[in-house]
């Protein structure tokens, strides 16, 4: 059973730089078939995708987030992570990790979902 | 990319059926059958219900349905359970090489 977890600080300062990574267990995070992702909740909004990444390095991005993300990905750690530059209290979210199909078609696995906080 | 519209909130009673519809555009529900749905109850992760418009992923209830007309997909729940209140997100790719969600509704068991 594929399982993906979510680590990184509960709270980080405005203007700082959030970073998440997200780990993998249960299968190779190098699988050809699927896509990794980041994927946020604010507090009381829906779900808004962050950035994808392939196993090759391909990487793909919300274009109104873009010029602050940056999505990486480590095969040898089964690991993929987030960096979210110059963060303000409106990016206050649980961030979830998730397995997206090919095409982004589904989100088929989700990591449990992790809170981070803005402070001034 | 904005967001796919979705009804802020639908209700029904058990037993009944009710239908959720999203509305995109041409560059992302119309233009591609990779509509998925998902069921997220607070504090859990979500959980896919259907993808590719219409599938649903093993151990899903057939209570579930998805269907698609042009720019807009429609998600139907019959047979409603007290179990389904929860809230509802429709999702799609997009010309761009993106995804996009739409704004979630929130589905009230009466």
């Known amino acids: 059973q594929l399982q993906l977890q979510e680590s990184g600080p509960g709270l980080v300062k405005a203007s700082e730089t959030l970073s998440l990574t997200c780990t993998v267990a249960?299968?190779?995070?190098?699988?050809?078939?699927?896509?990794w992702g980041w994927i946020r909740q604010p507090p009381g909004k829906g779900l808004e995708w962050i950035a994808s990444i392939y196993y090759k390095g391909n990487t793909y991005y919300n274009l109104s987030l873009k010029s602050r993300v940056t999505i990486s990905i480590d095969t040898s750690k089964n690991q993929f992570s987030l960096k979210l530059s110059s963060v303000t209290a409106a990016d206050t979210a649980v961030y979830y990790c998730?397995?997206?199909?090919?095409?982004?078609?589904?989100?088929?696995?989700w990591g449990q979902g992790t809170l981070v906080t803005v402070s001034s | 990319q904005s967001a796919l519209t979705q009804p802020a909130s639908v209700s029904g009673s058990p037993g009944q059926w009710i239908t959720i519809s999203c509305t995109g555009t041409s560059s992302d529900v119309g233009g591609y059958n990779y509509v998925s749905w998902y069921q997220h109850h607070p504090g859990r992760a979500p959980k896919l219900i259907i993808y590719?418009?219409?599938n649903r992923p093993s151990g899903v209830s057939n209570r579930f349905s998805g269907s698609k007309s042009g720019n807009t997909a429609s998600l139907t729940i019959s047979g409603l359970q007290t179990e389904d209140e929860a809230d509802y997100y429709c999702?799609?790719?997009?010309?761009?090489?993106?995804?996009?969600f739409g704004g979630g509704t929130k589905v009230t068991v009466l």
């Open positions: 998730g397995r997206l199909g090919s095409f982004f078609r589904l989100v088929d696995y």
């Open positions: 249960g299968g190779s995070i190098s699988n050809a078939d699927y896509f």
């Open positions: 999702n799609s790719y997009t010309s761009s090489s993106t995804m996009v």
């Open positions: 590719d418009v219409s």
